[in-house]
């Protein structure tokens, strides 16, 4: 395996190779891994996102997988890097991380066979999901404001490449507890299906990134909390939270809510009625929940 990162070297964004605790350029300039500026690993057109993938997070939420995967986009100015600063909006409060895996595209790639899709791979990277939820009540099919606000898809801290993405361990970490730990042998549909999919129909090109889905355990960060996203293999993603300096806007558009839809998705199985009845919301309509199939048996 290789590992690229991306960073501000003399101000100028430079991909340097790991060797040992310092990054190389290919002019040979060095800095030490802890001195770099990292940026993402990789320029994308596209940031696509799986829905539920994981199995632990389909127990969790006590729902039922669709057929086929769903996804959403991610806007290219929601990107950031390791170490860099993610920010909750003033007005909001439920600001949830989901470790996850970014598949990097290297080539581009159309209608091609689940067999031939790593051959299309660059490889891969560590990246957190961030979702705002307080939007979800008005977002919840797009996710376009819950996922795709400012900061919300850090990325990082490097590109590796010939990396096996079979039976790997993921955690996220919150001030250095274990929040989330899981492993991709619990994804219903891997990383090559995945790009089989997505490519039947849109042109997957280089640089443009996946992510693969998270398992159980998102829930809420604070400003001020520092949260590492950890794969085996790929190494750790760090990212702070921050209270953003203005407020939401209050004379336009969708308001930040805490109703039962935000609420039961940003505490996930630590919802109080969570195994009592299946949340109510606009969210409700896209999965089913397991306790609807119960109560039309008795």
Known sequence: MSEYRRVLLEGYPTVMQRQGDELVAGDGRRIGIEDAI????????????????YKSRVDEFMTKLPATPTYFHKPITALCGHGADIVRPKRCKWLNYEGEIAIVIGRFCRNISQAEAGDYIAGYSVSNDYGLHDFRDTDAGSMLRVKGSDTLCPVGPALVTNWDFRNKRIRTLVN???KQDGNTNEMEWDMHYLIADIARNITLEPGDL?????????????????????VEGLGSLTNTIVEGPTEIRDDVGHQPMTTEEVVSTAMGGDWEFRGIRAPRGPGSAHYKSRLEDDSESN
């Open 176 to 178: 250095g507890e274990v």
């Open 210 to 230: 996946l992510l693969s889905g998270t398992p159980a355990n998102s829930r809420p960060v604070e400003p001020g909390d520092v949260v590492t996203v950890e």
């Open 38 to 53: 990292h940026l993402a690993p990789v320029e994308p057109r596209k940031i696509i996102c799986v829905h539920l993938n």
